[in-house]
């Protein structure tokens, strides 16, 4: 092998490694759901009068658990200061089991450096399959189950899915950036309230 070519293998070499490095908790976190047994149990809560633990989301197939943050403004400074704390809820969209758009979105991968304990909590989300369920709960602490209708991978600046439908449906959206330790596109999960 002459010195050219040497010198292009250890430059892809050292990039893969500062990639696998720099996105180790995503990956760390890919790992243990192939590998690992079922996924978390939600709260138990068969009918609407019984409480549950307030503002907080469940994806019992990925093993994800999030607290829902609330922000009163639509600025990036607020929306990242809420997610070092969990999930954020999409400021004027719907309220969980209400009509609307409830439109929730968290980080798949962000910076090693960065603050906060959610800072992949979303890093499964693309494994989410048609008809899996998704939990939530309202401030008050009642919990609304969701089933999962589609997923697509869309522009980081369509802002069509924050649409409230005009009431008519009860929808829960989930978003976070795609691929893996980019920003360049946004994969979301739509889901129906059921009822």
């Given at each position: 092998m002459n010195q050219k070519y040497k010198i292009i293998f250890f430059a892809i070499c050292g990039t893969l490694v500062l990639f696998a490095v720099a996105n180790f908790p995503y990956?760390?976190?890919?790992?243990?759901?192939?590998?690992?047994?079922?996924?978390?149990?939600?709260?138990?809560?068969s009918s609407f009068s019984e409480k549950v633990e307030p503002n907080a989301l469940w994806l019992?197939?990925?093993?994800?658990?999030?607290?829902?943050?609330?922000?009163?403004?639509a600025s990036d400074d607020?929306?990242?200061?809420?997610?070092r704390a969990g999930v954020v809820h999409f400021p004027g969209t719907a309220l969980p089991g209400r009509p609307g758009n409830v439109y929730i979105f968290g980080h798949s991968?962000?910076?090693?450096?960065?603050?906060?304990?959610?800072k992949t909590v979303f890093a499964l989300l693309p494994q989410?399959?048609?008809d899996d369920l998704i939990e939530i709960s309202d401030p008050e602490g009642y919990k609304y189950v969701y089933k999962v209708k589609e997923?697509?991978?869309?522009?980081?600046?369509?802002?069509?899915?924050?649409?409230q439908k005009k009431n008519e449906?009860?929808?829960?959206?989930l978003q976070t950036s795609?691929?893996?330790?980019?920003?360049?596109?946004?994969?979301?999960?739509?889901?129906g309230l059921v009822e």
């Open positions: 990956l760390w976190k890919n790992f243990r759901y192939h590998t690992s047994g079922p996924g978390i149990a939600s709260p138990d809560s019992p197939s990925l093993n994800i658990q999030a607290p829902i943050k609330y922000v009163e403004e607020a929306f990242q200061e809420a997610l991968s962000d910076n090693l450096w960065a603050k906060g304990d959610y989410i399959k048609i997923t697509k991978v869309i522009a980081p600046n369509d802002a069509q899915y924050l649409d449906y009860k929808l829960l959206t795609y691929p893996i330790g980019t920003a360049f596109k946004r994969f979301i999960v739509i889901a």
